[in-house]
């Protein structure tokens, strides 16, 4: 068995086939083959390097995961051509572009007000300098000078640097090599190969490259070119000479003359006897990759030999074919796309055409639309629907394709490319597994296996938060014909965002844990999905989630720790309270304790207490005014009334401890942070810096005592605050 590897065409959608690849090397699954067309062959070369001893970070797989993630705007992939750029800033572009000037109701009135075409005219002679700039630009375009909208600058940039692409690693990797080119002049689909030739669609003939002479003759030709240079050296003398050296100078221009021919007669009979030996045509293999990626129209062709070559999928954007020749009979086909076809975009504006009536879509765009977009659809289509159902009994082809894509062939955002390189590892995963368990009806499982393993909805949860980040980082999310558009505008953090992306955060999480124990697998990075933000052109600057260590306890905040709304600590003596409160301010308070009412089971007690107190109050009146005989017996009245005060208030002192009374607490405040708002977290960093987070995990008040490593916070009974090293020693007091 010999495993090919076949990468479609599909713009920056190629994300998807990274992590589909990366699913299957992790099976094991290494090619001998790899084939593929456009941005399948950027990626394919770059894994036709190989993976060596597996210790290099830039060869091979992990290599062009690294290239992926370092693009972050379109910018990074491919760029306007100078008069592209040009024309779009031009002011009667821009004009003839406006919705209101394409609107033929309002075109229509605008030119009958304005005396038709007269006012026009009037219109276009205000811009006659404009029009001067737009003429030079697209005679440019008529004279051939400019023949692409963008160039692939920044990826050829990469292809030739060697950190980035190893030519040299490429052809001793042993991994035969086929990325697909189309020439312009012959109309030939014909292959690059991991030596830098050019192999026919036969895949059994190379183009050759023929010398003009062979290696005998070729002192002869040189012989001949220093005599023409002698030659055109007397000529130009001749020209500024004297009349009086005229004669000589046309003199050795005679002998020169004779000599070349006599010498070019020499060199036709060395020719004829000595016949230039044809050789397989040498190219360069980031020329080669170019070639196949430069989609008509979007990028200029790329000169191979004699040829001008452009993207092969043109005629083949799955070269399953070209794979089979190779030698593959076990073969993993990963498609950039899914089966749709992207809205319509107009060639010069890039804006969605809303439909091809007559005043709306342009000859361009109707040209365009049926050969690159529905031509190109149905050309893939074509390719792997044979493969589907396998009908090469020597030959078994895997389909791995998206069942839904996010973004068009053209954006590059680096979130996005994360999102769908963990996609192509799911889908790979789901196809792979469906194919063990059912090899014929392996599509219709794989579909059912993605809904049991919610693999689409991870997928699109990842990318709805990865939109509602923008508001949530204080970024206004605003696309342009479906393009997120960079750099994007400011706008104030909103906290209703944050809530939402924790929220599908944790959904996530969720989602993530069902598919696993369903059988599922995910990238090793998966909990990175939830616990942080996704990546984006801009650098968040705050983390996602509170601070969610242990609560604080006792008299201290240790390293690691939190305090809760409402949640404080408070000194030894229960004197001083330091409290993280739920309006987000951090207060210390002075305690003051005073005794309420009795509990309701005490207080018939405390009411007797009460009357025997002011019965033995009367009595000691009594006695004072009572005549001596009586006086003995109000004594006696006296203690039994005191026994019975006292037998009572041991019996309230046993209820107040089974029911205790109300404590009133008075809370006097002796310092504040400032920091009211929407309250987030009190927590002790380990460095020694105490934070205080809003919601948002903004930080609005920090102790400044970073640098300090294991320092705790701690309520002394003085009522000073104070941060202490682990030592003891005092790194910062509320006091100074």
């Known amino acids: 068995m010999t495993i090919g590897l076949v990468l479609s065409g599909g713009g920056s959608r190629g994300n998807f086939q990274v992590g589909a690849v990366r699913y299957l090397y992790e099976r094991n699954i290494r090619p001998a083959i790899i084939a593929g067309t456009s941005v399948g062959a950027i990626n394919a070369v770059k894994l036709a390097e190989g993976e060596g001893d597996g210790n290099d970070a830039t060869r091979g797989l992990r290599g062009l995961i690294g290239i992926w993630r370092d693009l972050i705007v379109e910018s990074d992939m491919w760029v306007k051509e100078g008069w592209f750029s040009n024309i779009e800033d031009s002011t009667i572009v821009n004009f003839i572009k406006d919705d209101a000037f394409r609107s033929k109701k309002i075109r229509e009135d605008s030119f009958n007000l304005f005396l038709g075409t007269y006012g026009l005219v009037q219109v276009i002679r205000d811009y006659s300098g404009d029009i001067n700039k737009l003429k030079s630009e697209i005679e440019k375009v008529l004279s051939a000078q400019s023949q692409s909208l963008y160039n692939l600058n920044p990826i050829r940039a990469k292809l030739i640097s060697l950190s980035k692409l190893d030519p040299r690693k490429v052809s001793q990797s042993g991994i035969k090599l086929r990325m697909s080119v189309v020439a312009l002049e012959s109309g030939a689909l014909r292959y690059v190969t991991e030596k830098g030739n050019l192999l026919e669609r036969d895949s059994v003939y190379y183009v050759q490259s023929v010398p003009l002479h062979a290696?005998?003759?070729?002192?002869?030709?040189?012989?001949?070119?220093?005599?023409?240079?002698?030659?055109?050296?007397?000529?130009?003398?001749?020209?500024?000479?004297?009349?009086?050296?005229?004669?000589?100078?046309?003199?050795?221009?005679?002998?020169?003359?004779?000599?070349?021919?006599?010498?070019?007669?020499?060199?036709?009979?060395?020719?004829?006897?000595?016949?230039?030996?044809?050789?397989?045509?040498?190219?360069?293999?980031?020329?080669?990759?170019?070639?196949?990626?430069?989609?008509?129209?979007?990028?200029?062709?790329?000169?191979?030999?004699?040829?001008?070559?452009?993207?092969?999928?043109?005629?083949?954007?799955?070269?399953?074919?070209?794979?089979?020749?190779?030698?593959?009979?076990?073969?993993?086909?990963?498609?950039?796309?899914?089966?749709?076809?992207?809205p319509p975009r107009g060639i010069l504006s890039g804006n969605i055409i809303p439909s091809f009536d007559v005043g709306v879509a342009n000859l361009i765009d109707v040209a365009t639309r049926a050969t690159s977009d529905i031509m190109s659809n149905e050309i893939a289509q074509n390719e792997i629907e044979p493969y589907i159902v396998n009908v090469n009994s020597n030959v078994n082809v895997t389909i791995i394709q998206p069942e839904l894509d996010i973004h068009d062939i053209m954006t590059i955002d680096p979130g996005l490319i994360d999102i769908r390189m963990a996609y192509g590892y799911m889908r790979a995963d789901d196809t792979y597994q469906a194919k063990q368990a059912d090899p014929v009806n392996y599509r219709r499982l794989t579909e059912q296996y993605s809904r049991d393993r919610q693999t689409k909805l991870i997928y699109l949860t990842r990318y709805e938060i990865w939109k509602l980040?923008?508001?949530?980082?204080?970024?206004?999310?605003?696309?342009?014909?479906?393009?997120?558009?960079?750099?994007?505008?400011?706008?104030?953090?909103?906290?209703?965002?944050?809530?939402?992306?924790?929220?599908?955060?944790?959904?996530?999480?969720?989602?993530?844990?069902?598919?696993?124990?369903?059988?599922?697998?995910?990238?090793?990075?998966?909990?990175?999905?939830?616990?942080?933000?996704?990546?984006?052109?801009?650098t968040p600057d705050r983390g996602l989630w509170l601070p969610n260590g242990p609560a604080a306890k006792g008299n201290d905040v240790r390293p690691g720790e939190t305090l809760a709304y409402d949640q404080g600590i408070h000194s030894p003596s229960g004197d001083y309270s330091l409290v993280f409160q739920g309006d987000g301010n951090l207060v210390l308070y002075k305690i003051i304790k005073t005794n309420g009412p009795l509990a309701p089971e005490c207080r018939p007690i405390d009411a007797e207490i009460t009357r025997l107190q002011n019965a033995l109050t009367n009595l000691q009146t009594e006695l004072k005014k009572a005549p001596t005989n009586k006086k003995a017996e109000i004594m006696e009245q006296i203690q039994e009334t005191k026994a019975i005060i006292a037998e009572k208030t041991v019996m309230l002192t046993a209820c107040n401890k089974t029911y205790p009374p109300q404590v009133m607490i008075t809370r006097n405040a002796l310092w504040a942070s400032g920091t009211a708002a929407r309250a987030g977290a009190c927590y002790m960093e380990h460095d020694g810096n105490l934070y205080i987070f809003d919601e948002g995990k903004k930080i609005v008040w920090f102790s400044n005592t970073g640098g300090n490593p294991g320092s705790y916070l701690v309520v002394q009974d003085d009522g000073n605050v104070v941060m202490l090293r682990p030592d003891g020693s005092v790194v910062w007091s509320l006091r100074g």
């Open 215 to 342: 290696s005998a003759c070729i002192p002869i030709a040189t012989k001949i070119e220093e005599l023409e240079r002698s030659r055109n050296h007397l000529q130009a003398q001749l020209r500024i000479a004297p009349t009086n050296d005229k004669s000589s100078i046309i003199e050795q221009i005679r002998e020169l003359n004779a000599e070349i021919s006599h010498q070019n007669g020499l060199l036709s009979s060395c020719d004829r006897a000595n016949p230039p030996q044809s050789l397989p045509l040498s190219i360069s293999l980031s020329e080669g990759t170019l070639a196949s990626a430069s989609i008509p129209l979007a990028f200029s062709p790329v000169k191979l030999g004699t040829e001008n070559y452009v993207d092969g999928g043109v005629r083949e954007i799955v070269p399953i074919q070209a794979a089979i020749q190779a030698g593959a009979t076990e073969i993993f086909a990963v498609m950039a796309s899914d089966n749709s076809m992207d």
């Open 469 to 538: 980040e923008y508001a949530a980082s204080g970024y206004k999310f605003t696309t342009k014909d479906g393009r997120p558009v960079h750099p994007a505008p400011r706008m104030e953090h909103s906290i209703d965002a944050i809530r939402q992306v924790r929220e599908l955060k944790n959904r996530l999480s969720d989602l993530v844990r069902r598919r696993k124990e369903k059988g599922g697998y995910v990238p090793s990075e998966a909990e990175n999905w939830w616990a942080t933000w996704e990546r984006h052109p801009w």
